[in-house]
């Protein structure tokens, strides 16, 4: 899968997004190792704190069918139907992916213009994972 259809799917995902508080839009494309993608949208609530992110909701949904390990993830962001700037996933999103994804993970950001690619460890430095337990 190349980056753009993979930021493609993610742009599919973001038209799901139930965000009737903040208006923010978010949509992502998880790529697994298996080469399934799973897809996720920010599902916003009233009480804030039940709310979840695009990138969580690609995640969670693609553990509780069995995938563990992924190479990618492709995120679009932004108010109303605009995708103008580039979405960049939160702290806890990103400490989330740490938990099944190496340092070398691809974090893809776009906008209709550009795709910029980072690693989690770019995003993440110095992260806590399971190797700090033992």
Same mark, same amino acid.
């Given at each position: 899968?190349? @980056?753009?259809?993979?930021?493609?799917?993610?742009?599919?995902?973001?038209?799901?997004?139930?965000?009737?508080?903040?208006?923010?839009?978010?949509?992502?494309?998880?790529? #697994?190792?298996?080469?399934?993608?799973?897809? &996720?949208?920010?599902?916003?609530?009233?009480?804030?704190?039940?709310?979840?992110?695009? =990138?969580?909701?690609?995640?969670?949904?693609?553990?509780?069918? #069995? =995938?563990?390990?992924?190479?990618?993830?492709?995120?679009? &962001? /932004?108010? /109303?139907? =605009?995708?103008? =700037?580039?979405?960049?996933?939160? #702290?806890?999103?990103?400490?989330?992916?740490?938990?099944?994804?190496?340092? @070398?993970?691809?974090?893809?950001? #776009?906008?209709?213009? @550009?795709?910029?690619?980072?690693?989690?460890?770019?995003?993440?430095?110095?992260?806590?994972?399971?190797? @700090?337990?033992?």
């Amino acid at each position: 899968m190349t @980056d753009l259809q993979l930021m493609e799917l993610a742009v599919e995902a973001r038209e799901r997004s139930y965000a009737p508080y903040s208006g923010f839009h978010v949509g992502a494309a998880l790529l #697994g190792k298996s080469g399934k993608v799973y897809l &996720g949208c920010n599902v916003e609530n009233a009480g804030y704190s039940p709310t979840n992110c695009a =990138e969580r909701t690609a995640l969670f949904k693609a553990v509780s069918e #069995g =995938e563990l390990e992924f190479t990618a993830i492709a995120i679009v &962001g /932004g108010k /109303g139907k =605009e995708i103008a =700037e580039f979405c960049a996933p939160c #702290g806890v999103c990103r400490q989330a992916l740490a938990e099944f994804c190496e340092g @070398d993970f691809r974090i893809l950001l #776009g906008t209709p213009k @550009d795709i910029r690619v980072y690693t989690l460890n770019e995003l993440l430095p110095f992260s806590f994972g399971k190797a @700090d337990l033992h």
